[in-house]
């Protein structure tokens, strides 16, 4: 395949390639022309001049978006780097990173929301934006600068899995927001419950002598932030939905008119609660895998747009804070390169088509966010991934490129490999 030099903006023609849309939900054949880092045609004669890429039958999509990345800078730069991150999406076609502000410190100022972009845009090959704080320190009391931090660049606010249990702080932080027109991002949990959890609670739970949480704890939680939202008409969206007990409440608050959005982790769609087997730490996630049962009803709501989103929720951890006793491991798992191929597990079993996956993974968080990407429509940014979803691999964790290695799919067999990565037309990943 003829490569174009990582950096370099050319025209670029992509022919003989399997078009993934997931504006229209079309899978077709086809042709796409780029220019000056957009899109300039489809379905047209290659520009004179223009560097012809035989795609070879290969689907070509819009990158993904990846909504909720933990990047360790600052504090953990040994868990993960703004190079290594992106290195590791780029090869995974993410095009572009939502990270977190749970780092050591938070992101709650401008003045690190300002270091951290400075920072991602000098290492990372792939697109960095940044959600903020919500509250200092992500401590839950006391509202961050909103208005300052949406001047600076933040695409969101969050405070991650840190729960507040301050009600009325929460509910003037999401008065101010909406204020500002600022999209909060929810953790759907009920804190107290959810304290020393390491399982969902069940008989899987009792057999292997665990500290479980009940599903319901997720219902609590969303059930509190839904009514904050109708109180505040603030813009919501729950970063993880994985219990089917909280569908009725977020397809009640769609239905309300409430401005409500919800996504859910690629091991939450594809694991369950029993692949933890015997204490394996790299399946220990927050919240915990569910029954299948749960899996099941997420995949459904998927595909019938109740949740809107699909990500990874990278969260690297280094092998000392994974190689301990399971109640007491850190949890969560990289996934910036394995969200891909794990998808096609949802595509090849028939539950979601390619384009309802691209419309889940790049499209919907891309408007949520506000952002140009996440289409293969005139004018939009040529952020592409090139990907054949049915070759097949054995998951190695020690050829992820992330600092990490931290993956639930160490040793099992995958299909879906990324073929080349291009952000702003330049190619930043491939042959």
């Given at each position: 395949?003829?490569t174009a030099s990582m950096g370099t903006k050319m025209t670029l023609h992509f022919t003989n390639a399997r078009l993934i849309d997931p504006a229209t939900l079309a899978d077709a054949p086809g042709s796409l022309t780029v220019a000056d880092g957009v899109i300039t045609a489809r379905d047209a004669a290659a520009p004179e001049g223009a560097q012809v890429i035989d795609c070879g039958g290969?689907?070509?999509?819009?990158?993904?978006?990846?909504?909720?990345?933990?990047?360790?800078?600052?504090?953990?730069?040994?868990?993960?780097?703004?190079?290594?991150?992106?290195?590791?999406?780029?090869?995974?076609?993410?095009?572009?990173?939502?990270?977190?502000?749970?780092?050591?410190?938070?992101?709650?100022?401008?003045?690190?929301?300002?270091?951290?972009?400075?920072?991602?845009?000098?290492?990372?090959?792939?697109?960095?934006?940044?959600?903020?704080?919500?509250?200092?320190?992500?401590?839950?009391?006391?509202?961050?600068?909103?208005?300052?931090?949406?001047?600076?660049?933040?695409?969101?606010?969050?405070?991650?899995?840190?729960?507040?249990?301050?009600?009325?702080?929460?509910?003037?932080?999401?008065?101010?927001?909406?204020?500002?027109?600022?999209?909060?991002?929810?953790?759907?949990?009920?804190?107290?419950?959810?304290?020393?959890?390491?399982?969902?609670?069940?008989?899987?739970?009792?057999?292997?002598?665990?500290?479980?949480?009940?599903?319901?704890?997720?219902?609590?939680?969303?059930?509190?932030?839904?009514?904050?939202?109708?109180?505040?008409?603030?813009?919501?969206?729950?970063?993880?939905?994985?219990?089917?007990?909280?569908?009725?409440?977020?397809?009640?608050?769609?239905?309300?008119?409430?401005?409500?959005?919800?996504?859910?982790?690629?091991?939450?769609?594809?694991?369950?609660?029993?692949?933890?087997?015997?204490?394996?730490?790299f399946f220990k996630l927050t919240p915990p895998l569910r029954s299948e049962e749960d899996r099941l009803a997420m995949v459904a709501a998927v595909a019938d747009g109740v949740i809107d989103v699909i990500c990874s929720m990278h969260t690297p951890a280094d092998e000392e804070s994974k190689r301990l006793p399971y109640e007491e491991a850190a949890s969560g798992a990289v996934g910036l390169?394995?969200?891909?191929?794990?998808?096609?597990?949802?595509?090849?079993?028939?539950?979601?088509?390619?384009?309802?996956?691209?419309?889940?993974?790049?499209?919907?968080?891309?408007?949520?966010?506000?952002?140009?990407?996440?289409?293969?429509?005139?004018?939009?940014?040529?952020?592409?991934?090139?990907?054949?979803?049915?070759?097949?691999?054995?998951?190695?964790?020690?050829?992820?490129?992330?600092?990490?290695?931290?993956?639930?799919?160490?040793?099992?067999?995958?299909?879906?490999?990324?073929?080349?990565?291009?952000?702003?037309?330049?190619?930043?990943?491939?042959?």
């Open positions: 395949m003829p290969a689907c070509l999509a819009p990158g993904i978006v990846d909504w909720g990345v933990k990047i360790g800078e600052p504090g953990e730069r040994h868990r993960e780097s703004f190079r290594s991150a992106g290195l590791a999406a780029a090869a995974g076609g993410v095009t572009t990173i939502i990270a977190r502000p749970d780092t050591a410190p938070a992101i709650d100022t401008p003045e690190s929301l300002e270091f951290v972009t400075r920072r991602a845009a000098e290492a990372s090959p792939v697109r960095i934006r940044h959600m903020a704080a919500l509250t200092k320190g992500r401590a839950g009391r006391e509202m961050t600068e909103i208005g300052f931090l949406l001047d600076a660049g933040a695409i969101a606010f969050t405070d991650v899995e840190a729960v507040s249990t301050d009600t009325k702080a929460l509910s003037r932080a999401f008065t101010y927001a909406r204020s500002c027109g600022a999209l909060v991002v929810g953790h759907p949990q009920e804190p107290g419950l959810s304290k020393g959890a390491a399982v969902t609670s069940g008989k899987f739970a009792s057999l292997r002598g665990l500290p479980g949480v009940h599903p319901m704890a997720e219902r609590m939680g969303l059930d509190r932030d839904i009514a904050l939202v109708e109180m505040t008409g603030v813009r919501y969206h729950a970063d993880q939905i994985t219990s089917a007990r909280s569908l009725p409440a977020l397809e009640r608050a769609k239905k309300n008119g409430f401005d409500v959005t919800a996504g859910v982790s690629i091991h939450h769609l594809t694991l369950n609660e029993i692949d933890v087997g015997d204490y394996r730490t390169q394995t969200l891909l191929p794990a998808a096609m597990r949802l595509y090849h079993a028939g539950h979601l088509s390619l384009p309802e996956l691209w419309r889940a993974m790049a499209l919907n968080p891309a408007r949520r966010l506000g952002l140009p990407q996440g289409r293969l429509s005139l004018g939009a940014p040529a952020d592409l991934v090139l990907f054949d979803p049915d070759a097949p691999f054995v998951m190695d964790r020690f050829s992820l490129l992330s600092k990490s290695k931290n993956t639930p799919f160490d040793g099992q067999r995958m299909e879906g490999k990324v073929l080349a990565t291009f952000v702003g037309g330049a190619r930043v990943f491939g042959a």
